[in-house]
C-alpha cells in the first residue's frame, strides 16, 4: 500500500465514539534474553544490574624502602668533610655535593671543595717548611675529572660542574696529600666519598587508563589498556619524570590482581570502587607507602530493552499469532537475585480496513491491555493512533510494537477505524 500516514501517538483512551471495528493481525518471537556487561561491585539491586563500560583510572604513587620507617634519604644536596693527619700537620677539606634538574631525571652536578683547617692562605702546613699538594680525583657514571690545590694558591674553594647526570648516577670523590719536600703521602678519613646522584629510592608512578566496553547490540567485548608505570629516583611522590617500565604481575581488573594489596585502602559501592595511597609505612621489608587514587568506575547500563534487542536481533523470523492476538500477549519475566537471563515474547500488531474513500483520510486505533503475570483483570494502558490518507480500497497500519512491560503481560484489546 503506499497510504500516507500523517499522525501516529500513543494515548491510553478509550474507544471514542463514531469509531467502526478493524481487523488486527499479530505476530510474535519468543526470546530468552540475557544481560551483559560487569556486574555490581557490592550490594547488587534487586533486580540485579549489568553495566557495559567499565573505566579504571587515576594514579597510585608507590615508594618500596628497606627499612621502617619509610625515609626517603634522599639527597639532592650532600655535605661532610674529610681529615687526614700526617708527619705532624693535620688538614681537612669540606666537601658539597649538589644535582638540579634541566629535564626529566638528568641534571647538573656541583661540586665544592673548601678547605677547613690545617692550612695557612697559602696552603702551606704550619707545622712544616714544605706544602702538601692536595689531589682529588671524581669518577662518574659517563666520566671522570682531576684536580687539586697546590703551594701558592690562596684560593679557598674550588668548584666544578658537570651537567647531563642522570639520577641514580655514582660519584665518587677521592682525596690524596703529597708532599712537596719528602714525598710524604696523608691519606684522609673518609678514604673517598661515594654518593649516588640523588641517593633516593625508586619511586614508582602508575598511571591508570583502562576502558573495557560490551557493544550494546552484539555483546562483543573490547579492551583498552593505556597503563603506564613510571620509575625514576626522586622524592616520595614521584609526580613527574621517571623512565616507563615493564608492570608484570599488574592485571586491569583489580580484585583479580590488582598489586597493592595492603597498600591502599578501599571503598566499595555498587558502581565504583576507589582506591586511596596510605600514607603510613606498611610491609615486613621490604616497605611500602602510597598515595594517590584509582578509581574503577561502572557506567552505562545494560537494560532489559537492550537484552530484547539483542535477542530479537538473533531470531530474524516473526510467528504467527494464531488464532488471534489476544493469545499471544507480550510479557517480560521478572528476575531475582543473582538471575540476569530472563523470557519475554514480544508481539506487533497492524490494522486493516477495506472499503475506503481513496484520497479521504482515516484514523486507525489500536488499543491495548494489561494484568500483572499471572492475574486476572485486564485494564486498559495505552492507544496508538494513526491517520493515513488512502489511496486504496483497503489500507493498512505499518507494524506497531505492543508495548512491553518487566512483570507484565500486555495485549491488543481491539482496533478502529475512524473516517475523518
Known amino acids: 500500500m503506499g497510504a500516507t500516514i500523517t499522525a501516529t501517538t500513543t494515548n491510553p483512551c478509550l474507544c471514542c465514539q463514531g469509531e467502526l471495528p478493524a481487523p488486527t493481525e499479530c505476530e510474535h518471537k519468543l526470546l530468552a534474553p540475557e544481560l551483559c556487561g560487569f556486574e ?109 690545590f697546590g703551594q701558592g694558591s690562596a684560593t679557598a674553594e674550588r668548584t666544578d660542574t658537570r651537567t647531563n647526570i642522570p639520577l641514580g648516577s655514582s660519584w665518587t670523590l677521592i682525596f690524596n696529600g703529597r708532599h712537596a719536600g719528602n714525598g710524604g703521602v696523608i691519606s684522609f678519613t673518609p678514604p673517598n666519598i661515594v654518593w649516588v646522584v640523588g641517593n633516593g629510592n625508586i619511586q614508582k608512578r602508575d598511571e591508570w587508563n583502562v576502558v573495557q566496553t560490551f557493544n550494546a547490540e552484539t555483546c562483543d567485548a573490547s579492551l583498552v589498556d593505556n597503563n603506564v608505570r613510571y620509575a625514576g629516583r626522586g622524592s616520595f611522590p614521584l609526580s613527574s619524570g621517571g623512565t616507563p ?22 571503598a566499595s559501592s555498587p558502581q565504583l570502587l576507589t582506591y586511596d595511597g596510605v600514607a603510613n609505612c606498611v610491609g ?43 493469545q499471544h500477549p507480550a510479557y517480560i519475566t521478572e528476575r531475582g537475585a543473582g538471575e540476569f537471563s530472563f523470557l519475554a515474547k514480544i508481539s506487533r500488531v497492524k490494522a486493516r480496513k477495506s472499503g475506503l474513500t481513496i484520497g479521504d483520510t482515516y484514523r486507525f486505533k489500536i488499543y491495548f491491555e494489561r494484568k500483572p503475570i499471572g492475574g486476572v483483570d485486564w485494564i486498559p494502558v495505552a492507544v496508538e493512533i494513526m491517520d493515513i490518507e488512502a489511496d486504496a480500497d483497503t489500507e493498512e497500519t505499518p507494524w506497531v510494537d505492543v508495548p512491553n512491560a518487566v512483570g507484565f503481560e500486555t495485549r491488543v484489546a481491539y482496533a478502529t477505524i475512524q473516517k475523518l
Open 40 to 148: 555490581e561491585f557490592t550490594d547488587p539491586s534487586l533486580p540485579p544490574k549489568k553495566f557495559r563500560v567499565r573505566t579504571l583510572s587515576g594514579t597510585i604513587h608507590l615508594g618500596e624502602y628497606a627499612t621502617s620507617p619509610c625515609s626517603d634519604n634522599w639527597e639532592l644536596n650532600r655535605t661532610g668533610s674529610v681529615a687526614g693527619s700526617a708527619q705532624g700537620d693535620s688538614l681537612s677539606f669540606g666537601w658539597e655535593l649538589s644535582w638540579v634538574e634541566t629535564s626529566p631525571g638528568v641534571g647538573t652536578v656541583t661540586q665544592r671543595l673548601t678547605k677547613s683547617g690545617g692550612f695557612d692562605a697559602d696552603w702551606n702546613a704550619p707545622s712544616g717548611d714544605y706544602v702538601w699538594f692536595i689531589e682529588f680525583a671524581s669518577i662518574y657514571s659517563g666520566g671522570s675529572f682531576a684536580g687539586g
Open 245 to 266: 617500565e615493564a608492570w608484570s604481575g599488574f592485571n586491569y581488573a583489580p580484585d583479580s590482581g590488582f598489586a597493592y594489596g595492603a597498600m591502599v585502602s578501599k
Open 284 to 326: 615486613s621489608g621490604p616497605y611500602y607507602k602510597t598515595a594517590g587514587t584509582v578509581t574503577d568506575e561502572l557506567t552505562d547500563e545494560d537494560t532489559e530493552e537492550d537484552a530484547i534487542d539483542r535477542a530479537s536481533a538473533a531470531v530474524p523470523a516473526w510467528t504467527p499469532s494464531l488464532p488471534d492476538c489476544q
